[in-house]
């Protein structure tokens, strides 16, 4: 019996028994004669209700029968002891039929509510579960839902109820009443309500609409993450109507920490993976259809999402025909190409000029036979199959492959050829100090601490931070201090501190942080070592006689206030004795911080709307890039006044396609009489003297490839340039982007020579060997191999061919214990089990 329907019996039963206690004290015949007929009907009611909604009817209905006949009978009596008497048995009576009701097992109305056919694995295996329970009536209603033209400017109606495979029993939802039927629980994994600019479900099934007619709504996620939730799907608008959110763990769970739904977070996994795993143990067969396409081959999983799409465009369009040219040149793997269910309908809805272009690469995939364009529902099959995935990051299907413990590469939409041996081994830098008879070198490519020696081009590996991301930027900044080289985390744990005397690497601090550090350039003064933000709120300072950490909130606070883009938090710095000068990108303040007590000043520089990158400072003046001009301005500490000093003619800057920023500068070097540009979004160096205040390209033949796309490069997403630094008084070391090739460059003669920052073959062995590529960035992340200069798409397909990746899998399940829990396959048999026990008041 439905256990609404049966509080509603009780309720009579407890009307009744109140009828009945005011009888003894009634005069009027009529009135008692009247109370005892409504008694009646309500006794008939219920039994009729009992006979239509429950088995275990007989009894009870047998106790109401003698109800109304006791209750006869005392409409006929006229005498008051009698009519005690029989109010009694009455009592008795109702009594036992609530005992009775008591025991009748209840019965659950379990609706699952997907709005599209393809989502249906977030929920199916709690569907599972509940349909193998006698106590559940179980209902799939898929609902309607909207996809918005833009040409047209219409929402466009569908409804994918014809999609769902026979094996479920969908309910059309005109044929279901949520107001009548008044569901125990309601599964939903449509979060937006009314937010989502391209697809919502119909107003009628918005949670607030829901939860007027549902005892327990319950959001279960209809993706997956690497084990964390973003701070964009911290505030949809489904928290403020639901009962319950399922999520993948309690790390996943924290993330919510303080938030108003907090205590209502079940961290029981996620039916996505349940799904996969269950089809991987089980072991998929390839469907008939399919294998002429795939049988005899390895098989890989493309998938194509919707953020990258919108973040790069043509570029990702272009990447995908390139890498069904290398598979059309092999015969060994197969594709199995799933675009996002939603992708088209993102391409008319925002951009429609791409259109043309996304059919086109479709007819080559299925013309040229690369493998199988699956645009079925359910991705759970083509997972299974697969011995791999190829794709972007940005996408809950990398977690699916990680469950099911199959190799994960992730694509650089910028790489369109694989790289020779010479130029896997040039080195990119982005930050050098000198240290007596070489110069020390970090990247941001990959975790490697090199040298050169004054005398030379060649580069020499010294060491990497072990227990930390070996194939990231963990270590892009250093700073000198005595004979040890302090290295800044950035995609790394904790900061470390390499000793040029005992050459030794350590690790600062007692153990990582959960996320990457994400700190920018260091500064060294005296024992101290403070460390720059990119992200966090604070400059830190380490100590490094008592090894103790200070942190400086309060002006990295008031600095950070305007910068609503959400860029760096600081972006260059300069020292004058005890000062840090610092810039910011989307401020035209600048932050004085004194090394020796900690205490700051912001400085507004020129007008409201400027921004600066590059910074020198001086015990007068400061230099600085300004960020949307282009322009260098001479600020005056003293009386405040500022001198623009307007770029050569020649020179040119553009927006960078990330966030649409300005920055035609990376950074500037400090030249005694000069100050020297470091190229950003630009396409040359720009020498300015101090003295006349003219300013000039430097070495423009140089840059001249810096408009051009390369493999690996397009000036619409990489700076020109990284690096740029200077190496004594007259020479700067600069680097460009589109080949990694350097220069060292005779500011006063504006000569210069050319040559390619290389590891010899013997360091490059001592970086690679032995390394496949896959591991894990941090906590919240992925367990894959990125495709990079060493790392390339043909290698990853040769390594899959020849069975090299087989003990990734038993890493990648080390790695990935934060990713969910119940990754034997169920989440949903645990979410349905709380649920019935929230139902059955047992917690």
């Known amino acids: 019996m439905r256990t609404f329907i049966k509080e509603q019996l009780m309720g009579l039963l407890d009307s009744m028994e109140q009828l009945q206690t005011s009888l003894p004290v009634m005069i009027d015949k009529e009135r008692i004669i009247q109370a005892l007929m409504d008694c009646q009907e309500a006794a008939v009611a219920i039994g009729e209700t ?3 909604d429950s088995s275990a009817h007989e009894s009870i209905v047998s106790l109401l029968e003698e109800y109304c006949e006791e209750a006869f009978y005392l409409s006929e009596s006229q005498e008051e002891s009698i009519r005690q008497e029989k109010v009694s048995v009455l009592d008795k009576l109702i009594n036992r039929v609530k005992t009775l009701l008591v025991e009748i097992s209840p ?56 999609q769902f495979s026979e094996e479920i029993p969908v309910v059309h939802y005109h044929d279901y009443s949520l107001e009548l039927n008044r569901p125990d629980v309601a599964y939903i994994h449509n979060p937006y309500d009314d937010c989502n600019l391209i697809t919502r479900v119909d107003y009628k099934f918005y949670s607030e609409e829901l939860k007027q007619h549902i005892r327990k709504l319950v959001y279960v996620p209809y993706y997956v993450t690497g084990g ?48 996969v795993i269950r089809l ?80 086109s690469l479709k007819e080559y995939f299925i013309v040229h036979k690369i493998g199988l364009l699956d645009e079925t529902p359910d991705i759970s099959r083509a997972v299974a199959i697969s011995d791999g995935y190829i794709g972007e990051e940005s996408t809950s299907v990398v977690n699916l492959f990680g469950a099911a413990g199959k190799p994960i590469f992730i694509l650089n ?90 050459q030794k690497m350590e690790l600062i601090g007692e153990e990582n942080m959960a996320e990457s550090a994400k700190f920018g350039q260091i500064v060294a003064y005296g024992n101290r070592v403070f460390y720059l933000p990119v992200i966090d709120d ?50 035209n303040c600048i932050l004085r911080f004194d090394m020796e007590d900690g205490t700051y000043a912001i400085c507004p520089v020129g007008n409201k709307e400027n921004g600066y990158s590059g910074i020198i400072a001086e015990e007068r003046y400061l230099w600085l890039a300004e960020v949307n001009s282009g322009n260098i301005i001479r600020w005056d500490r003293c009386s405040g006044k500022v001198k623009t000093y307007h770029m050569p003619e020649g020179f040119r800057s553009w927006p960078g396609t990330i966030q649409g920023r300005n920055l035609p500068h990376k ?20 020498k300015l003297d101090k003295t006349t205040g003219e300013t000039a390209l430097l070495i423009g033949d140089f840059w001249k490839k810096a408009e051009e796309k390369a493999n690996g490069y397009n000036p619409e997403f990489f700076l020109s340039s990284d690096f740029g630094a200077k190496m004594d008084q007259d020479v700067i070391i600069v680097q460009r982007n589109c080949d990694d090739a350097a220069a060292m460059i005779h500011v006063e003669d504006e000569t210069y020579e050319m040559f390619y920052p290389t590891l010899t073959e013997k360091d490059f062995t001592k970086l690679t060997e032995g390394e496949d590529g896959f591991e894990k960035m941090e906590k919240k992340s992925g367990f894959f191999r990125r495709e990079s200069r060493i790392f390339s798409f043909e290698g990853f397909l040769e390594d899959l061919v020849h069975d090299r990746l087989n003990d990734v899998r038993v890493r990648q399940l080390e790695e990935l214990s934060t990713l969910a829990a119940n990754l034997d396959g169920t989440c949903g048999e645990n979410v349905h089990e709380y649920m019935m026990a929230v139902l059955d008041n047992k917690e």
């Open 280 to 359: 991987c143990h089980e072991g998929s067969a390839i469907p008939e259809p399919w294998k002429p396409l795939l049988n005899g081959k390895k098989i890989l999983m493309l998938n194509t999402s919707i953020g990258c799409f919108l973040q790069e465009g043509i570029l990702y369009l272009q990447k995908i025909k390139n890498i069904c040219e290398i598979m059309n040149s092999q015969e060994q793997v197969a594709l199995i190409w799933r675009p996002h269910p939603l992708l088209v309908a993102t391409i008319k809805s925002m951009r429609p000029d791409l259109l043309a272009e996304y059919i």
């Open 413 to 502: 939409n910028h790489i369109t050829n694989a790289f020779t041996e010479e130029e896997k081994r040039i080195f990119h830098i982005t930050d050098m100090v000198k240290h007596v008879d070489k110069i020390w070198f970090t990247t941001n490519r990959y975790n490697a601490l090199v040298c050169m020696e004054d005398s030379e081009r060649k580069m020499h590996y010294v060491d990497r931070v072990k227990e930390q991301p070996k194939w990231y930027g963990a270590y892009p900044f250093l700073a000198k201090s005595g004979d040890r080289l302090f290295l800044s985390p950035n995609v790394a744990g904790r900061p470390a501190v390499y000793d040029t005397g005992s």
């Open 107 to 162: 019965t659950y109305h379990m609706v699952f509510m997907p709005y599209k056919a393809s989502m249906w694995d977030s929920l199916e295996s709690i569907w599972r579960a509940c349909k193998e329970d006698k106590r559940c009536e179980c209902y799939v209603m898929p609902i309607p839902y909207y996809e918005f033209n833009s040409k047209t400017n219409r929402w466009i109606y569908h409804y994918d109820g014809d």
């Open 50 to 52: 009992l006979e239509r």
């Open 667 to 686: 950074s500037l070097i400090d030249m005694g009489k000069w100050v020297v540009t470091v190229p950003g979004y630009s396409n040359c160096m720009v």
């Open 228 to 275: 964390f939730i973003s701070k964009e799907h911290l505030e949809l608008p489904v928290y403020q109507h639901m009962d319950y959110m399922v999520v993948q763990s309690e790390y996943a769970k924290s993330f919510c920490v303080g938030m108003y739904y907090h205590d209502r977070i079940l961290p029981l996994g996620s039916p996505k993976l349940d799904q």
């Open 538 to 587: 604070y400059i830190a300072e380490f100590n490094s006689d008592t090894r103790e950490w200070k942190y400086h909130s309060e002006c990295i606070q008031e600095l950070n206030k305007e910068n609503a883009a959400g860029r760096e938090v600081t972006f260059r710095c300069s020292v004058c004795s005890k000062d840090i000068w610092i810039s910011a990108t989307y401020t």
